[in-house]
Each structure stands twice: as C-alpha cells, then as structure tokens.
C-alpha cells in the first residue's frame, strides 16, 4: 500500500462540470503575494542614487511592472524606504525618525555605496552605512548604481517577503543599541553629533 502524496499548498481546482472553482492555499502566501506586489516606496534620495531612482520610476524601466509607482512621500503610507545617496551625521536623526514613523510591516533598501558603507566619504561627516541606524533588507552596490540594479534588488526584496513567515516572532523586531557593538549608533550619540550645527528634529519654532 503507498502513501498517498501531500498536496501542493498553492491548489487551484476547477469543476469540469461548469460549477463554481475553488481555490486552497497557505494564509502566509496569500498575504505575502499581496505584500509583495503592492510594495509602496518612501523615497528617501540625497545624492547621486536619487536620479538613479528617478529613472528606474520612468518610462523606460517603468516601476509600475512591479506595483510600486505608487510613491509615497509620507511615511505614515510607506513600507519600504529606499535610501538613495549618503547620509551625513546631520541627517541621520531625520532618516531614523522616518523608520520610526513607518508602520509595520516595513523594509529597507540601501542603495548606493555611500548609503551602504558611506562610499568615498569616509570621514567624520558621514555616515558609514544606514545599516548603523535603521535595519536595512537589500543592499544595491554600484556608485551609483544603474536602474537594472535597484529593480534586480526590488525582486530581491519581493522574493524576501514572499518566504516571511507569520510564525516567526524575530522579523518585526525593532532595531536596538547594542552596548557591546562598535556598529549600531545609538540614539543619544546621534544626537550629540547633529545638534552643534543645528538639527531640524529638535528645533522649535515659536508662534506656530
């Protein structure tokens, strides 16, 4: 006697008798498959990588093809910042507090060797990789990189969300300074080394 094999997870059945067809599938990939093709960017461009973004959104490479054209420049209506050029210590509160403000469920792309490792600019300026300050998903080389390069990382990205898991606790997990880590810049330090030059998180404006 053989053992009757275990069905596909993703079935899609049909009456041959003209009835009304069903469909089975896992609650996880049907969640993802959406989650995946409705991606919407906050676009997050300061340098070079910024055009390169801009061309990626445009007629020739047409972002659309993967449901992303929808950009939003809230980060309130955003799931994946895409941070395209270098980011300077100034800054850096700026990009953290627009992590912080994107609901879950949220990704990152670091694109560009300035936002993945601080590129030529390593200096006291800048900062050496995004990675210090928020959790980042994909990382796209290049200086900057071509079009082709951030949408063969946005399928990166898709494949990505399509393997998550509602079962695992670990991938909603915010980012948190580590005190043993010479890596993660922890808010206060931050802080300090924005604020001599003024840093527009902090600043207030009086009569409004």
């Given at each position: 006697m053989g053992l009757t094999p275990r069905p596909e997870p993703n079935v899609v059945s049909y009456d041959p008798k003209g009835?009304?067809?069903?469909?089975?599938?896992?609650l996880d990939f049907l969640v993802n498959?959406?989650?995946?093709n409705s991606l919407w960017p906050?676009?997050?461009?300061?340098?070079?990588?910024?055009?390169e973004f801009m061309a990626t959104?445009?007629?020739?490479?047409?972002?659309?093809?993967?449901?992303m054209e929808r950009m939003s420049f809230?980060?309130?209506?955003?799931?994946v910042l895409i941070c395209a050029g270098r980011v300077p210590f100034k800054l850096a509160p700026v990009l953290r507090?627009?992590?912080?403000?994107?609901?879950?469920p949220k990704w990152a792309i670091s694109m560009g060797a300035c936002a993945s490792t601080g590129g030529m600019f390593d200096n006291y300026?800048?900062?050496?990789?995004?990675?210090?300050?928020?959790?980042v998903d994909v990382y796209v080389p290049g200086c900057p990189p071509r079009p082709e390069g951030l949408i063969y990382g946005i399928m990166m990205l898709q494949e990505k969300v399509k393997r998550e898991r509602a079962a695992d606790p670990s991938i909603r997990h915010e980012m948190e300074p580590d005190p043993t880590s010479q890596l993660y810049i922890p808010p206060s330090a931050i802080n300090e080394l924005s604020e001599p030059f003024g840093n527009a998180v902090h600043q207030t404006r009086s009569g409004l």
């Open positions: 009835g009304e067809g069903w469909v089975t599938t896992r498959w959406g989650r995946a906050m676009p997050f461009g300061t340098a070079c990588c910024a055009i959104a445009a007629a020739q490479f047409d972002l659309a093809r993967f449901g809230s980060p309130r209506q955003a799931d507090r627009i992590w912080q403000q994107m609901p879950q300026a800048v900062v050496q990789g995004i990675d210090t300050i928020i959790p």
